[in-house]
């Protein structure tokens, strides 16, 4: 069924397709997109995407918070860095020194309640040569510091791409990039890593529409997560409704009873008795269970 034989059978529902249609084509694309996005969870479609979990592996890390006392400088030193990240909270100050070079980096953070992550790339456009570095944090201020990591290579394209090592690596496929913006929830677990079943929460850990795969199983994970159809609107109307086919028959009530509940309650009504009617039976046969109960069609043409 695609957005526009919907609309058509709406507008059917109340024989007034000359009248209503286009005059007032954002309102009917609104009901309808309610309607598609309430059915489908009644048997929502799935997919699967393949998250390519190889996280860079630090030069040197350190692990955990650290409490860093005021009057107390403490220093940490790698050699053949590219990229270096790590979270502070609190007030406080850091310098970055490079091997052969004479400009010092400098870092300062005030009143930051939450952690926030520090970030540096040693090369530049003229030289992308690893460097040793060395990293002070000052003793001015009592302040907290986490999971500082020395990469040996750039993590990315741009420098927000690096972040602190972790144990878990964050995939949020509530985003437009593994997903396309479509991802309703989970459906199924375990998760797939390199066609091995996983079992949470040992394997991985999911937070909402977060999924945290860990940093020491480096491969392919695939996650099945379901997910939301594609809305109508001027144009894609005549695209096809992504839709278990066995819920079709009960979009256009639904959309009908949003449709109609301002400008004719009685049609809205009927809409909304045939759609739990036809609902329940369609239910019943999807999941193999016999009703014993005869419905009438309340529709009555």
């Given amino acids: 069924m695609t957005g526009k034989e919907l609309i058509d059978q709406v507008l059917m529902l109340g024989l007034k397709s000359q009248v209503v249609y286009p005059v007032q084509p954002e309102a009917i694309y609104t009901h309808c997109n309610r309607a598609i996005e309430e059915v489908n969870r009644l048997s929502p479609l799935s997919a699967t995407v393949t998250l390519l979990n190889y996280p860079l592996r630090p030069l040197v890390y350190k692990k955990g918070i650290t409490v860093h006392r005021g009057g107390e400088d403490v220093t940490i030193n790698a050699s053949g860095v590219i990229s270096l990240a790590f979270a502070v909270s609190g007030s406080g100050e850091a310098t970055l020194s490079i091997a052969g070079r004479d400009e010092v980096k400098r870092f300062s953070w005030i009143d930051v309640p939450d952690f926030k992550i520090m970030r540096a790339v040693i090369f530049t456009e003229f030289s992308e040569d690893a460097a040793d570095v060395c990293l002070t944090f000052t003793g001015k201020y009592t302040y907290m510091v986490k999971d500082v990591s020395f990469y040996g290579e750039m993590i990315g394209d741009v420098e927000d791409d690096i972040v602190p090592f972790e ?124 009703t014993p109960v005869k419905f009438r069609d309340v529709w009555g043409w």
């Fill in 167 to 290: 144990p878990y690596k964050k995939y949020d496929l509530a985003s437009e990039l593994y997903a396309g913006g479509r991802f309703m929830d989970f459906a199924s677990l375990p998760v797939r890593f390199n066609d091995v079943d996983l079992n949470a929460p040992y394997d991985y850990k999911i937070e909402g529409s977060a999924i945290y795969l860990p940093s020491d199983k480096q491969g392919a994970y695939e996650v099945t997560y379901f997910k939301k159809p594609l809305k109508i609107d001027a144009d894609n109307v005549n695209f096809e409704i992504e839709i278990d086919a066995r819920l079709e028959d009960l979009l256009a009530l639904r959309a009908g009873y949003y449709f109609y509940m301002v400008t004719d309650r009685e049609v809205a009504e009927r809409c909304n008795a045939e759609y739990l009617r036809l609902q329940s039976i369609v239910m019943a046969t999807m999941h193999k269970v016999r």
